[in-house]
């Protein structure tokens, strides 16, 4: 069946850099839309960034625009988050998904999801 794997959650400074990843298998990978999504305590999952299948075209959410940046490797496939300039309010469970198509901002209409890393920023 299909899996989602992420990696690459941890503690880090405000300002600093992490790296996620998720690896996916049994997917059709150029056929999906990729996604990261987050979710802070007590709040409901926010979009963060998508990729399209090609990868020729990415989005973002207002709020991580120009410090995440979002990329995949079709030959691996894998999707990749980096995050710069990392702020106390980007902590959260990080979760990949997939969905078939395109991509869309309400999580429920994704297709497939990784059980989550956490991504924890210090003031």
């Known amino acids: 069946q299909v899996q989602l794997v992420e990696s690459g959650g941890g503690l880090v400074q405000a300002g600093g850099s992490l790296r996620l990843s998720c690896a996916a298998s049994?997917?059709?990978?150029?056929?999906?839309?990729m996604g990261w999504f987050r979710q802070a305590p007590g709040k409901e999952p926010e979009f963060a960034a998508a990729i399209s299948g090609n990868g020729g075209s990415t989005y973002y959410a207002d709020s991580v625009k120009g410090r995440f940046t979002i990329s995949r490797d079709s030959a691996k496939n894998t999707v990749i988050l980096q995050m710069n300039s990392l702020k106390p309010e980007d902590t959260a469970v990080y979760y990949c998904?997939?969905?078939?198509?395109?991509?869309?901002?309400?999580?429920?209409?994704?297709?497939?999801w990784g059980q989550g890393t956490q991504v924890t920023v210090s003031a």
């Open positions: 049994a997917l059709p990978f150029s056929n999906y839309f």
């Open positions: 998904a997939a969905r078939l198509f395109y991509y869309s901002v309400y999580h429920t209409n994704w297709n497939y």
